[in-house]
């Protein structure tokens, strides 16, 4: 025995699914009017960048949500991963205060040698004491010269001592 299934009318009013001449294809009572997108695209997409406190005070209310689903809807709301949350909990747990804190990107920059100002204060020195070492053996230079010209008789230095 076949089950007869009511047929309906479509003389009357079409239903809401079908479309009518001069109408959208779209169900009526969709309710949902979408706005077109918007065809401006951002220059560059910036990175987000969250402060210590910012972090602190949501792994506060990540830690106090005890209700089923109350994370997710944190998480939700603050437009974060749970990613997040693990990451600045490890940095909490490390103690690490500065970890909390954007970290500047980059190289780093080296750290200066303490021995720096004293190394260059020598290299001064050194070019001193070479100049006035070089104006002596200038002196020295002439008074020999001057002494064989007056046939003065010098004593001979060896020069070890």
């Known amino acids: 025995m076949k089950k007869a299934f009511p ?3 479509r003389s009357s009013q079409p239903s809401a699914l079908e479309a009518t001449e001069g109408e959208r294809s779209e169900p009526q ?4 009017a979408l706005a077109p997108p918007d065809p401006e695209v951002a220059e ?15 792994l506060r209310l990540a830690d106090s949500c005890t209700d089923p689903g109350s994370l997710g809807r944190l998480l939700r709301k603050e437009g974060l991963y749970a990613s997040n949350l693990t990451t600045w909990r490890r940095q909490r747990d490390q103690g690490i205060l500065q970890g909390l804190k954007p970290a500047k990107r980059g190289r780093k920059p080296s750290e200066s040698n303490p021995l720096v100002p004293e190394l260059e204060q020598l290299r001064k020195e050194n070019a001193r004491l070479a100049k006035r070492l070089k104006r002596a053996e200038l002196i020295i230079d002439v008074q020999k ?3 064989q010209m007056l046939g003065i008789e010098t004593p001979e230095r060896s020069e070890d001592s």
């Open 145 to 147: 010269k001057v002494a």
């Open 44 to 58: 560059k997409a910036r990175r987000r960048k969250f402060s210590a406190e910012y972090k602190l005070r949501v």
């Open 29 to 32: 009572g969709a309710g949902r």
């Open 7 to 9: 047929m309906r009318d």
